[in-house]
Each structure stands twice: as C-alpha cells, then as structure tokens.
C-alpha cells in the first residue's frame, strides 16, 4: 500500500526569530502535490508552519486520502547515540527524549544550544555536536568541529555515505547545520506521532501502511530539476522551487519505484539511524522530477484550405492536415517500464554497445582463427570454459576453449566452431574445414555501437522498443503525456439506450465506438456525453470539453442545416474551416478551434463517423500527441466483386478477404448500415477517378489492423 493522495514536503529551518514577511529564503517552505495540483506555503515560524501542516494532515485524514510528508532534517542518529543517551537503540527514544527537554516558543526562540551542552556532557571528553555563535562556545559546545575528541560516537550515518554532500547531524551553526533542524524539528515529529497515534507512522522505523507517513527527505537530490525550475521563475526562492520539485516528482513517481525507495533502507538503519527517502532510487526520481516541456499553441489557420478551394479532394485534406498540425501535449521522462505505448519526445541513442562485447553465437570451441593449419584441423584444450556472464582467462597460442552460447570471447579467441562439427578425444578437438575467420561470433556492437541512433523521436514505443532501449543500457525516455481526446455526440434524437427510450430515440452509437478507437490508438479519450441541438448547450458542452483535453471529437451537426449547432456555432464563435471532402462516406467534415482546442467535427451517421476517424482523424491525433503521421499499410488484392465508379469522389468499401486473398464487400453501400462497418474486417479504397471493377481486378485494400485496430 504505497499509492498516495497527496505528498507533503517540508523545507525546514532552525532560525531563532521569525522569517521575514516577504518569503525568503532559508525560512520554512511548505509544499503540498495532489491530483488537482501543487499549492505551496510559507511559514514564518516553525508554530505556524506546524498549525498549516497539522491542518493539512486533519483534511487529508477526513477525505480519507493518505499523505506522505517528508521533512528535510535528520530523523535518527548515528548508530551508538541512542543508546548511549536513552538505554535503547530506537530513533523514537531520542524524539521523546528531545520533546521533554526542546523549548521552542512561538516566535521561534529556543533553547537548542544549551541542550546541545546538556547532550554532550552525557558524552566522555569534547562533542560530538558542536557549532554556535562564539559567545556561547565553551568546553560543552566547541564552536570548531576539530576540537571535538573522545566522545566515541561514530560522524556519519550509513545513508550519508549515499550522500556525501550532507551535513553531519553534530553540526549546529552555519551552512547546512541540519543538527539544528533536527534538534527542533524532532520534538514536532514526536508532537504529530501524540496528535495522530494509530493513524500516522514514521518510516523505515514503522511500516508505511497508515494514511500517513513520515519521511526524511533532501531535496538537493534534485539539484539540477530544482535549478531548471528556479531559472523558469525568476521570482521564485531556491527553497520554493526545491519544496516543489520533490513534492512534484514523488507524487509523479510510480507504485513501484516508490515502494523500492520504501524498500531501499537497509535493515541495519531501520531502528536508529534512519534513511532518506530516494536514495537507492535516484535514476527515477530525477526522471520523474524534469520539467514537463510546453508545446506551442496551434495557429488558428492551421486547418485552412488555400482560397478558392471548396470541394477538397481526400490527398489534400490529408496533406492540410499533416503540414498544419503539431503537438499540443506537454513531454516529460519516464522510468522505461512505463513508457509502453507512449510515444518518444527525442531522438534516442545507445549508451552501450549490442552486444557489449564479442561473444559466442552457438555452443562450440574458440580459437584464434590465425592458428589453424590445413584441415583436418586438431587442437588442445585448454582448461575451463567459457560461459555467459563470466570473464574466462586468456586462451594460448593454438589451443581451444570450450565456449557456450553468449559467453564474451576471451583474449586470444577470434572463433568458434560448432560443437555438432567437432569430435573430442583425449583433451583435444578435431574438425574438418573450412572454418571462415571470425565464425559462430558475434562482434561487439556489430547490432549497435554505443552512441548510435537507436529510436527517432515521434515513434509510439513498441515492446521490442522496450527491449532495444533496455539492451542498450538507456533506462528512461522522453516521451509525450497522452493525448486527452474529448468525445461528444450532439443531436436531439440521441440517448443512452435506457428506459426513457421512445421509438424516435436513436441510440448513440458514435460515442462507444470512439472512446473505443481513441483507446486502442492509446489516447486517453473522455466522455462527453450528448448535447441536444441548442447552441447554448452546444457552447457549454464544447467549453467544457476544451477545459481538460487536447482535442475534441465531436460527431453530428457538421452539416450546414438548421440543426447543425456545431458547424453554425463554430463558424460564428470558433476559428473554423469547414472542409467538403470528396470522398464517400463522408463530406461534411468540420475542422476548427475551439478556445485553442482542435475540434474534428465528424458526420453524425456512424458509418461516415467511423470511416472519416480512421482515414483523417487518426494520423491527426497521433500528431497532436507527438507522433509521427500515420499511414496504414495497404495491399493490392483481386477484387471479387464488380463495381461501375464515376469519377471525382474518393471511395471507401466495406470489405474483408475471401479465403481466395481475394477482396469482397458489403452487400449494401448504405451509408446508413451500420451492421457493414462490422462485418467488415478492412475498407477497400478507390481513388477519385472512374472506374469499372470486374472480379479479378486488383483493387487496394486496408485491414483494419493497419489503422490499429
Ligand atoms: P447529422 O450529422 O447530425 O445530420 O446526423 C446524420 C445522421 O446520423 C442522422 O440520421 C442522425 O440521427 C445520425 N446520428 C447522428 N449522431 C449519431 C450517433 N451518435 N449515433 C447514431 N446515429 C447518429
Ligand atoms: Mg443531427
């Protein structure tokens, strides 16, 4: 159970009076990330920044949503303190301990200096905290870290050998002294456990499985994210932009890297010491925090015809289409196991060769190939063998090695001849020949060297994507966050099959077999319902649409009628081209923006809908996500029907294949037919031009699997 609802990050601070009233920095930060977004707070005194953190904490608890808050100091002690100061070693004895003795007023006065004094006289000779304004120094509390000796407790903890640049927790004054963030910062800790009980723990010392969690965190983690984000933002402080960082890329992070990072705490750490959530996760934790990248917004005359054009023949609406149109969706980079289907932002290269090095092909026995003599070819063996993923030594002068599948060449083994073609007898191998230089072996890199173009940006990531990436030592990819597709019917006879169906009612076919195209393409299509033809419904159902998605397929009122809503509304408040494509079905195809938004305003009749999604639709939308413009493979077939075609429109046919490979169609072209569109396993395209088909003819036919479906 490590999905969380919202992530809480906390940018601690040890000052001894309240923050300036303009946020500053090195002041307490606050972040919180949920679904609906990122909020940020800033907290004058460490009283306040607790009554905002309590609140958020109560919320979340009575929404039921769970909260994962990380606070960026310390939570534990290297490992020996605790014991040393409480007879336990359990980090929650020292926050307990710390609770009784921290005083720490509401305009942040505090006494930590003299319980740093009252901690290391419990402690033999000089330390271990140390750092204070000198008037305090003393023999207690040195005022230089090389002045400590003999208290015997150990500097770092296990974690910060992971993070070399963190402070020690001995450290109390100037940079970094986290020692004073924890010594203030556990009491609150303790304070929160008391207020929370069963419903809060603390990790790795409880499991994470109640509705909230604490952490330790360091947001310099994410350094370079935070730089990025702060560069974007000039007003923004360096702790604003770090709160926000990490709360942003722990609530993007995935289930599973998120329960590794849980995972990644060593035992021995796990009951004084502590550890830093995301270290041992690093690689994904950093994906998860770059900067999405905003696209640019279309022109609003990217659907327009050239002037004069009317009746647009189905080449050039496809050619309008794919010059006019570019990604709309925000790009971001994402642990590979998550980026099936999605489709690639940039260029990607190897990081390594395949194969890393040369290795065997078959099962056999290596030589240098430069030893052989005439055939029949008989050589010594040498000891061991070679086997994948083992270094076997080097192989002598004119010997063999027995070598298996996989395995690296070793020095002095150029190549391998198969174990079938060799006898064995007496510690030596004999085969006949010829035996080509360099056989049964695979040289390094010879599928990619490292540095090589392995996947151009545009491609939607296949599994044997995934597998070429991960071969080639590349672990993230920047791809596109989905397309967000609207899907809206529109007309008065529409309704959900249901009981207030009248024999008037036609049922929306459209919207099911959308949502269910835009879902195999791997959009994320979302239901818009029906709107009836009213212009102000149609209005409020195309603002609505436009608010939360990428594009906007709409179907119905494209037509020029009375009751063509879409097409009257768009053309009076929207930018609009309305294209008349000569093709059939189809015609009326409405292409335009709403409030920035692409709208494909598709014929009502669902044949025409369905035809007119997969031939335009389609490449456009995979466009808009960032991908390549799609063709579907087609293939020439003998036409096992006959058909008289006049010239100018373009044609698509209800067809499948015969057992013969032969191409046959539905028995009606009505376009009203919706039982042809499933009985049809592709279409069969004619182009505008006249024709007379007889059986046997070759006609072009496209499966529907060519258009992923
Ligand atoms: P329209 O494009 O609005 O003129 O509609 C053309 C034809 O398609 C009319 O017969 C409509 O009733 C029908 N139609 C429109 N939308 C749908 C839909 N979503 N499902 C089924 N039929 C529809
Ligand atoms: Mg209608």
């Known amino acids: 159970m490590t999905v969380f609802d919202r992530i809480l990050i906390v940018d601690w601070s040890a000052r001894s009076a309240p923050s300036p009233k303009k946020p500053a920095a090195d002041a307490i930060w606050i972040a919180c990330a949920e679904a609906d977004g990122l909020t940020t707070w800033y907290a004058r005194t460490r009283a306040d920044a607790m009554a905002r953190i309590e609140a958020i904490l109560q919320d979340a608890l009575d929404k039921g949503d769970r909260v994962l808050a990380g606070f960026d100091f310390p939570f534990g002690y290297p490992t020996g303190f605790t014991t040393a100061l409480t007879g336990q070693a359990s980090a929650p004895a020292v926050w307990d301990w710390l609770s009784t003795h921290i005083e720490d007023g509401n305009d942040n006065a505090n006494n930590r200096f003299n319980v740093a004094k009252a901690l290391n006289r ?41 993070v070399p640049r963190a402070q020690p927790v001995w450290k109390l004054f100037t940079t970094g002294s986290v020692g ?134 189905v080449p050039q609406a496809l050619d309008t289409l794919r010059d006019g149109l570019t990604p709309v969706v925000t790009h971001t980079t994402v642990p ?34 430069e030893t052989l003599g005439d055939a029949p070819h008989i050589l010594p063996l040498t000891q061991g063998a070679a086997a994948a993923g083992r270094d076997a030594p080097p192989v002598p002068t004119g010997r063999a090695i027995r070598i298996l599948t996989g395995a690296a060449l070793p020095a002095g083994v150029d190549t391998v001849v198969l174990e079938e073609d060799t006898t064995v007898q007496d510690g030596h191998i004999a085969f006949g020949g010829p035996v080509r230089k360099g056989a049964n072996a695979r040289d390094a890199g010879e599928d990619l060297a490292a540095g090589a173009s392995a996947l151009t940006a545009g491609r939607r990531l296949t599994p044997a994507d995934l597998g070429l990436l991960t071969a080639t030592g590349v672990s993230t990819a920047p791809v596109f966050q989905p397309l967000n597709v609207a899907v809206l019917s529109t007309g008065d006879e529409l309704a959900d099959p249901g009981p207030k169906s009248t024999e008037t009612t036609i049922f929306d076919a459209n919207r099911p077999m959308l949502t269910a195209l835009l879902r195999a393409w791997h959009h994320t299509p979302h239901d818009c319902g029906i709107a009836p033809d009213d212009r102000n419904a149609v209005r409020a159902a195309l603002d609505a649409a ?3 998605n990428d594009a906007i397929l709409t179907s119905g009122g494209a037509s020029a009628g009375d009751e063509d809503h879409i097409s009257a509304l768009m053309t009076a408040e929207g930018s609009v081209a309305t294209w008349r494509v000569a093709m059939k079905p189809g015609r009326p195809l409405l292409l335009g923006l709403w409030n920035g938004v692409p709208v494909f305003g598709l014929p009502g009749n669902p044949v025409a809908a369905f035809v007119c999604t997969l031939i335009f639709a389609r490449p456009a939308l995979n466009v808009l996500a960032g991908g ?81 479906i």
């Open 628 to 708: 390549d413009w799609l063709m579907p493979q087609s293939f020439t077939v003998p036409a096992a029907f006959a058909k008289r075609k006049k010239p100018g429109r373009h044609e698509y046919l209800r067809a499948r294949l015969t057992p013969h490979g032969t191409a046959e169609v539905f028995k009606s072209e009505g376009s009203g037919r919706i039982s042809g569109i499933s009985w049809a396993e592709g279409l069969v395209e004619l182009d505008a031009g006249e024709r007379d088909i007889k059986p046997g003819d070759p006609v072009r036919y496209i499966p529907f699997a060519s258009f992923g």
């Open 122 to 162: 419990r402690f033999p000779g000089i330390g271990p905290f140390w750092g204070c304004p000198t008037a305090l120094a003393d023999t207690d509390l040195p005022d230089r870290g090389n002045a400590r000796r003999g208290h015997g407790i150990t500097e770092r903890r296990l974690v910060e050998a992971q």
């Open 180 to 313: 004073s963030q924890a010594l203030l910062g556990l009491p609150r800790i303790q304070a929160l456990l008391d207020r929370f009980g069963n419903d809060i723990s603390v990790w790795p010392f409880s499991h994470p499985d109640t509705p909230i969690v604490l952490a330790e965190i360091y947001p310099s983690l994410l350094d370079e994210a935070t730089q990025a984000l702060a560069a974007s933002a000039p007003d923004m402080t360096k702790d604003e932009a770090q709160v926000r960082t990490l709360a942003q890329a722990l609530h993007r992070l995935s289930p599973t890297d998120l329960q590794a990072a849980f995972d990644a705490a060593p035992a021995e750490a796990r009951s004084e010491e502590g550890w830093i959530l995301g270290v041992g996760i690093e690689a994904a934790l950093r994906a998860a925090a770059r900067p999405d990248i905003t696209p640019p917004r279309l022109k609003n005359d990217c659907f327009a015809l050239p002037p004069g054009v009317d009746w647009v023949p």
């Open 546 to 548: 436009a608010k939360d």
């Open 336 to 369: 590979l196991r998550d980026a099936a289907h999605l489709i690639l932002a940039r260029d990607v290269t190897a990081v390594r060769a395949h194969p890393p090095r040369a290795n065997a092909a078959v099962d056999g026995y290596g030589f240098a190939h």
